[in-house]
């Protein structure tokens, strides 16, 4: 089996990591990485690939970045060089992002079949983008490799074929405990982190990425006003996205002195200081999963989740994105610490399961 593994951008290659991984299993099957280039990213050296122990991708596209339809069109007309010369068996994409959707229309009308993984999450909020390549990217799949119950569910409200949907885990999970495994051996003097742990005292993890939350100075005065008002009496760690940092210079956006302002931060230091957090607060949808996996408090700035299972059985709280509510969902999040679980499946081995599954094989739990 000839399979091509697509990735768009860093955080996909979290994803994809372990699918790659596990492939090796499988003397039959051949899987190759292509990235897309969707984002330039300084941080993915040979180094980056390493910690991931996966070989850098068989096809970079440089597709670069650009209005969501230059770089949609960016990677399907590189993707169908691609797939021409490749000529796979299966494409299969992961997540969100621009690429998954542009790969998979050009897998499709290049007759391949197409598997999506992290399939049939809905936030029902049209005005995001990644929710119109979720369903888009749904609507012509072949296979459906589900996270969370919901995502099943919406599946077949959509009208796919039960047998086409198969409930594996996620693959966000399987690199994450892996990856705590690595940092446990890792000398991590050199984190950016380190001082601000070695002081023993609670402290918040904050992300805040999402245009919604920061492009619209009231909203992003709001929620720095939840900041501001939770960071009295401890430190928050606040790793700033470059578009949010001109963001908060364009709006005057003045955070407590206790926020201590980091650069982004790549994926082992981010974990090592957000698995020990007090609580996190985010808008990032893998955060809201990583968090209920490792059983740390969450707090999501924003008004929906495509991911209503960290809500309904993990620790995560759907906040809003008020002073108030914010404020108020940090305090209940602690309260769920205690009851929360781990959601089904969510133990390290979906992306074996995923490769089960191609080979014919029972694997997790199929849909009714």
């Not at 999970?173 to 070695?198: A, M, T």
Request: glycine share 8%; aromatic share 6%.
């Amino acid at each position: 089996m000839n399979v091509l593994l697509v990735a768009g951008a860093r955080p996909n290659f979290m994803k994809i990591a372990p699918i790659y991984r596990a492939s090796l299993l499988y003397g039959s099957v051949r899987c190759s990485i292509v990235h897309t280039g969707q984002h330039y990213d300084r941080e993915m050296s040979g180094t980056f690939f390493e910690e991931l122990e996966i070989p850098e991708p068989a096809y970079s596209l440089n597709a670069g970045s650009g209005s969501h339809a230059v770089q949609t069109a960016a990677v399907m007309v590189a993707f169908e060089q691609v797939c021409l010369q490749e000529k796979p068996d299966l494409v299969m994409v992961v997540g969100d992002v621009n690429s998954t959707l542009a790969c998979s229309i050009v897998a499709k009308k290049c007759g391949i079949t197409v598997a999506h993984v992290e399939a049939g999450l809905r936030s029902f909020d049209l005005a995001m983008p990644e929710e119109i390549n979720r369903m888009v990217t749904d609507a012509i799949s072949d296979l459906f490799f589900v996270t969370e119950e919901s995502g099943a569910d919406n599946l077949l409200r959509e009208g796919k074929a039960p047998g086409a949907i198969h409930a594996v885990g996620h693959v966000m999970v399987d690199n994450l405990l892996r990856q705590v495994e690595r940092l446990s051996l890792q000398d991590v003097g050199n984190f950016q982190g380190y001082s601000l742990k070695q002081r023993g005292k609670p402290y918040l993890f904050l992300t805040l990425h999402r245009p919604s939350n920061v492009d619209r100075r009231e909203v992003f005065q709001g929620i720095a006003a939840a900041i501001n008002t939770l960071a009295a009496d401890r430190s928050v760690v606040f790793p700033v996205h470059p578009r949010t940092r001109s963001m908060m210079e364009a709006h005057g956006i003045s955070l407590s002195q206790r926020v201590v302002l980091l650069p982004p931060l790549g994926y082992r230091e981010a974990l090592y200081l957000w698995k020990d957090a007090e609580c996190v607060l985010t808008d990032s949808g893998g955060l809201q999963e990583e968090t209920t996996a490792l059983g740390v408090p969450c707090v999501t700035i924003r008004e929906n989740t495509e991911r209503p299972v960290t809500v309904e059985m993990g620790t995560n709280v759907l906040a809003g994105v008020t002073a108030d509510r914010i404020v108020a969902g940090y305090r209940e999040s602690l309260e769920k610490r205690s009851s929360a679980t781990v959601p089904p499946l969510w133990d390290g081995k979906a992306s074996e399961r995923i490769w089960q599954v191609l080979a014919g094989q029972p694997a997790g739990i199929e849909t009714p």
